[in-house]
């Protein structure tokens, strides 16, 4: 599809590359030409030997429930490994201390039971209770008193099971203030704290019939925020630390109209720009719909170079992307006056491609309404989402290129055991299917303490945990419940999470 727009020139280039990805879990990868490179039950995928359809870790009981040359190690299926004989004498090896009556085999894991030899399995029992590898985010949902926000870095100690440390809320303050433009109030404009997660804050708000504002945020900083008019202007100031009840009024920019003239097929069409020079990029307008005519008037701070992307209405199959970079507005460096509209160019809106197939919990079928998400690695404005539907099938279109690729289960699929599907870097540059089975973690409820910053016990207060990871590898990855859960009376909570089984 080709469009018609108000820049002078365009340059674009497109690089194509190729990302190789072994398998899930601990799998020995090894690099390959063709299938017959590779050990039984395995091909050859991108130069690497991995096992057909592999999408993590596989558990098991014993030996059989694995392929040939593997073994069932700690519940998984794990590369054959040559162990030192077991026969519990006078060897000094490890003595199964007459529970198995004699000799493991090195086949089979021996459980802690708790009983009378509990001393001699006391490492089997310290690796069951260490999850002290684990750092978690205590996400506090906020009430009157106690801003929302986000405690890091959490980490059970060693060997003591899934116990937090207890945790204090940082005190909260309130941040209000007045969005303006002009020197004038702009009523219904939405103010919001900018940061990773969006359950780590308050917010967003919107603007008073006065233009005022508030949040209530803790302790800390930097705090960035954000405001956006309901005519798409966007403003964003930054304070360096909080530390008291603070005042911050926020000023939308002077602006001039950019005309642009797209072709009438584009009739209905979202134009929405960043800032060029900024990192991490910086929203200037949330976008402005093109007319019957495909016309569109977008108003931009005069001087700054931009960015712009279009959003196609949700009947298109067309993906949302990048228009042009680096168009300057009104800018002395500028080769034509863009409302002049000396010298239209025809730019192409690309085409996106599909991606299809099903979503299932393995062994359990299809997970309708699980999330899929996408973000490019390389523009990280560039991201996708869709959900699975009744039976687990989805599709999902986007622009070619390499994305971290995310799988989240429904509630309902989580509680059977769920876990969350992660690839960090999936290259999709070709219409493709793919079926994901995401597999099934071992429950484990994590128990914690909240006070306040006094250390008194904070009850009635909404929390969650989130696993504060972000996987190296392809597959399934640990995932605590979403659904927060409430303080008792003593400050106590539980939150269940799926993780690999140790």
Not at 49 to 63: A, F, M, Q
Not at 101 to 117: A, F, I, K, L
Not at 288 to 297: E, H, I, Q, R, Y
Not at 392 to 416: H, K, M, S, W
Request: glycine share 14%; charged share 20%.
């Amino acid at each position: 599809m080709k469009m018609r727009i108000c820049w002078g020139g365009l340059a674009a280039c497109f690089l194509l590359f190729s990302v190789a990805c072994g398998g899930g879990g601990n799998d020995v990868t090894v690099r390959c030409v063709t299938d017959r490179d590779c050990p039984d039950y395995q091909v050859c995928v991108a130069g690497d030997c991995v096992l057909p359809g592999d999408e993590g870790p596989r558990v098991c009981s014993v030996k059989q429930d694995c392929y040939p040359g593997e073994d069932c190690i700690a519940g998984l299926c794990k590369p054959s490994q040559e162990e030192p004989s077991v026969d519990g004498g006078e060897d000094g090896g490890w003595d199964a201390g007459g529970d198995n009556g004699g000799d493991t085999g090195g086949d089979e894991v021996v459980q802690p039971d708790g009983g009378e030899d509990a001393g001699e399995d006391a490492g089997a029992d310290d690796d069951l209770g260490n999850f002290s590898d684990l750092s978690f985010i205590l996400a506090i949902g906020g009430n009157g008193t106690v801003a929302a926000q986000c405690i890091s870095d959490l980490r059970p100690a060693a060997s003591v099971g899934p116990w937090l440390p207890d945790t204090n809320a940082l005190p909260s303050h309130t941040l209000s203030g007045r969005v303006t433009s002009g020197g004038g109030s702009v009523s219904g404009a939405t103010v919001r704290i900018l940061g990773e997660r969006a359950v780590c804050h308050d917010g967003p708000v919107t603007t008073d019939g006065t233009g005022n504002y508030s949040l209530r945020l803790p302790t800390g900083g930097p705090v960035d925020l954000r405001a956006e008019a309901p005519d798409g202007r966007v403003a964003q100031v930054r304070l360096n630390y909080l530390s008291a009840n603070t005042s911050q009024d926020i000023a939308l920019p002077a602006t001039e109209l950019l005309h642009c003239s797209l072709s009438e097929q584009a009739a209905g069409w979202s134009v929405s720009a960043y800032y060029r020079e900024s990192n991490p990029p910086r929203l200037a307008h949330t976008g402005t719909l093109s007319d019957a005519s495909g016309v569109v008037d977008i108003p931009l701070e005069v001087g700054p170079a931009y960015d712009l992307f279009v959003m196609p209405p949700a009947s298109s199959t067309m993906p949302y992307q990048l228009l042009i970079e680096d168009a300057c507005h009104l800018d002395q460096g500028c080769e034509n006056d863009v409302f002049s509209l000396i010298e239209l160019e025809e730019i192409n809106i690309r085409d996106g491609v599909t991606l299809s197939g099903t979503v299932d919990h393995q062994g359990l079928g299809g997970i309708a309404g699980a999330s899929l998400s996408v973000v490019n690695v390389d523009d990280g404005r560039l991201s996708y989402s869709t959900q699975a539907v009744t039976g687990g099938g989805y599709q999902l279109d986007a622009r070619p290129g390499v994305f971290a690729f995310e799988i989240l289960p429904t509630g309902a699929a989580f509680a059977q055991g769920c876990m969350r599907y992660w690839s960090p870097e999936f290259g999709l540059y070709a219409d493709s299917m793919q079926n994901f089975s995401i597999y099934t973690g071992q429950a484990i409820a994590f128990n914690g303490k909240l006070l306040d910053s006094n250390g008194t016990p904070l009850a009635n207060m909404p929390v969650s945990l989130i696993l504060d990871e972000t996987p190296a590898g392809v597959g399934s990855f640990g995932l605590c419940d979403q659904n927060h859960a409430t303080t008792a009376a003593d400050g106590s909570y539980q939150v269940t999470c799926n993780l690999i089984p140790r």
